[in-house]
């Protein structure tokens, strides 16, 4: 059996290493012309990948976590995270996912704004986007995964 943190450490990573091969690929899918990508273009496509990753990541993520339990290969309530810090968000998966997406939206989205109109930018070339891409949603499918299986492990205990 497995501490619940070390479950977060496994899972988040293979979640991050997932999206940041997915998403920079899907950005190549719809973008085969490599094309320059202005600022505009980033911001909608950020807000819709946190969205739907989001909602996709707590989907797994919930059916991972039940079925660890159901097995016995984690035990609930030997985190160090004290009390229960997510006790108010959804339960359901899809509302949950939902929830998160808008949150990190709201929270990357200006902050990207932010630093490339410091930097001068404008947008990104190709390349330039699918290395950004990788970092933000791997980072973010390592902290949703994380959310979503503690918030999941609270609800079932």
Known sequence: MQSI??????????CAIINMIVNPGMSWLFNRTMQFTPIAGIVIDMT????????????????GV?????????KGGDSHFPGKPLSRFPR????????????FAILLVPLTIVIFTAAGLCGLSFLW????KAIY???MAFAVTG???IRQIEALQ
């Open 48 to 63: 819709i990948t946190c969205l739907i990753m989001s909602t996709v990541i707590a989907f797994f993520t919930t059916s």
């Open 147 to 149: 959310l979503v299986i």
């Open 137 to 139: 949603t791997g980072s």
């Open 5 to 14: 943190n070390s479950y977060i450490l496994i899972q988040g990573t293979i």
């Open 92 to 103: 359901r998966w899809w509302a949950l996912g939902i929830l998160l997406g808008f949150i």
């Open 129 to 132: 986007l699918v290395i950004f």
């Open 66 to 74: 039940r079925e660890a339990l159901k097995a016995g290969n984690i």
